[in-house]
């Protein structure tokens, strides 16, 4: 075992459009954090931030813009950028900064201010920009992808559009429970039948929204923790931040084609499993001793396919899973009690952020109507462009 | 005068009519595919490294799976926004030579309704959008997914 890092404190600005500045979002995240965990900013070694995203690519420098905000102390600063796994990769690095003994307290902090609509691409001609040319030479957008994947497990597995409007009507059944939720209210399978199709067979209330946020969470060693007083905190056992493994046979954002399996014949498991089994290997765990699970619902249909990728059942039988109750509050292994990104949509350099901030509130069991009884054991699990994704395991 | 005809992307197809190929690039070590092409080196982390030689892919595919885009994407997509919006396919096919997929726009035409996962589609040329007036404008030329068994 790698070892632990405590989860001193958790705090989230709500998502919603509050049309303000990403470093209000993150600056509100990283004060209530610092508050939860009873901890003056000044005593803060290192200060890590997940880049904002423009165009798929790096926007505002997230590290050094929160600790000037917060007022300058001197603390280390590093920023990162991962596109969708940015508040995963922060996590990892805030963590890698405790064990390796460089810091004892890390304050790690995402937010976004998001632009209207679809995501698009940074403008120019950038004929060497993957992200770019999906655009101009497809017109793929997010929701396109979520629609090939959506058809293909369809096609492949038996799932129905009834199966993830259930997605939906579970992640807003949640999300109604949850103060930091932008949507916070009951949706029904006939409302979300009746959204439009935006990327068949996916309609509007399939799909995640884009919206402002932010979140933010103070690590500390496990020494430090206990100097602290938090005898007992929550603890993140693992953060897997692996890439693909070539050849990278499915279809991602934003490619136009997959690696090709001519020359070399895929081996191991695909890019999303991939990434939970590293989690799984490096916190010693299984799926079978999850309390819970946050996942990237970026589309209904893709909340299925995490089910299978964490090994919550079995390839094909997601839907299965959904049907039976199972990933539902009270069941056997609940999936985004948080709501979701169907509730909160995604802030991006925040999203992976908050995750872990659900599993802390629920490991704690703080999380008030959404509580998942007797939580243990949580994961979470995130992709976004670029062959990023993230897994990260928190245990009490 | 018509619009001059232009590759979106230059050196991602070639031909006409039922000549039209994709082009890709493989490795002579390892024989790895590479679209959209590869030219400076090959990606397979086992592969000492070959030459880069251009290939034409496959021009017939099976549906990996199949979409549509019902609301107008963003720019840089090119479309007339004088015009109401015409949704369109995009289309993944698995090559099986190649063992890769691609993504591409179905045929004009084509809906999700005539679209089936494991169909067999073909390769053909076709235009993209276009840009300025009869006179001086670019139609910027692509590849299109189609059935196969569709008349032309
Ligand atoms: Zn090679």
Redesign the interface.
């Known amino acids: 075992m790698t070892g632990d890092v405590a989860v001193l404190g958790a705090g989230m600005h709500p998502w919603g459009k509050w049309g303000r500045s990403f470093v209000e979002y993150g600056t509100a995240a990283a004060r209530a954090a610092l508050a939860d965990a009873g901890v003056d900013w000044r005593d803060v070694g290192s200060v890590v931030g997940a880049d904002t995203v423009r165009g798929g690519y790096p926007g505002y420098v997230a590290g050094a813009t929160f600790a000037k905000a917060l007022g300058w102390q001197g603390a280390r600063v590093t920023s990162v950028y991962a596109a969708c796994a940015s508040g995963a990769q922060a996590i990892g690095t805030a963590r890698a900064q405790i064990l390796s003994g460089l810091a004892d307290v890390v304050l790690v902090v995402g937010a976004d201010a998001a632009p209207k ?2 995501f ?2 940074a ?1 120019g ?1 950038r ?1 060497d920009d ?1 992200d ?10 997010n ?2 992808y979520f ?6 497990r369809m ?2 597995h038996g799932d129905t559009l009834a199966d993830f409007a259930r997605v939906k009507v579970k992640n807003a059944a949640s999300g109604a429970l949850n103060p930091n939720a932008r949507y916070r209210k009951a949706v029904s399978a006939e409302e979300v039948a009746a959204s ?7 309609r509007l209330l399939d799909i995640c929204a884009t919206s402002d946020g932010g979140a933010a969470l103070v690590l500390s060693s496990m020494e430090f923790a206990r100097r602290h007083g938090a005898a007992d905190p929550v603890r993140i056992r693992a953060v897997s931040t692996v890439t693909p493994t ?2 990278n ?1 499915v ?1 991602d954002l934003p490619d ?9 014949r895929p081996e191991g498991p695909a890019f999303r499993s991939s990434i939970a089994l590293a989690a799984y290997e490096e916190a010693g765990i299984g799926p079978d001793e999850l309390s819970l699970a946050e996942v990237y619902d970026l589309s209904t249909a893709l909340e299925l396919q995490w089910y299978e990728d964490l090994g919550l059942c079995a390839e094909g039988e997601a839907a299965k899973l959904l049907r039976d109750g199972a990933t539902a509050p009270g069941g056997r292994i609940p999936v985004n009690a948080s709501g979701g990104l169907a509730s909160f949509g995604e802030a991006v350099p925040a999203q992976a952020i908050a995750q872990v901030c659900e599993l802390t509130w629920q490991l704690r069991g703080t999380a008030g109507a959404r509580q998942v009884a007797g939580a243990r054991v949580g994961i979470t699990a995130n992709q976004g462009l670029f062959g990023h994704g993230s897994s990260v395991v928190a245990v009490r | 005068m018509a619009r001059t005809r232009t590759p979106v992307v230059a050196d991602w197809f070639t031909g006409e009519g039922a000549d039209f190929r994709l082009l890709g690039t493989r490795c002579s070590a390892c024989s790895s595919v590479f679209f959209p092409r590869e030219d400076g080196w090959c990606r397979n982390p086992g592969c000492a490294g070959g030459d880069l030689a251009e290939v034409p892919l496959s021009p017939r595919g099976r549906v990996w799976s199949y979409t549509d885009a019902r609301y107008r994407p963003p720019e840089p997509y090119v479309s007339d926004r004088e015009l109401p919006w015409q949704p369109y396919t995009l289309i993944a096919v698995e090559l099986a030579a190649e063992r890769l997929v691609v993504l591409g726009q179905g045929a004009p035409g084509v809906r999700v309704d005539d679209l089936a996962v494991g169909m067999e589609v073909e390769v053909l040329p076709g235009v993209l959008g276009e840009d300025g007036d009869e006179e001086t404008g670019t139609a910027w030329t692509t590849w299109h997914w189609r059935p196969t068994g569709v008349a032309a």
């Open positions: 609509g679809f698009r691409p403008g001609d004929q993957p770019w040319l999906r655009f101009r030479v497809l017109g793929a957008t929701p396109t629609g090939l994947y959506a058809r293909r096609a492949t439009a199709v935006v990327a068949d067979p996916l070539y050849p046979t279809l136009i084609a997959t690696d090709s399996a001519a020359g070399v």
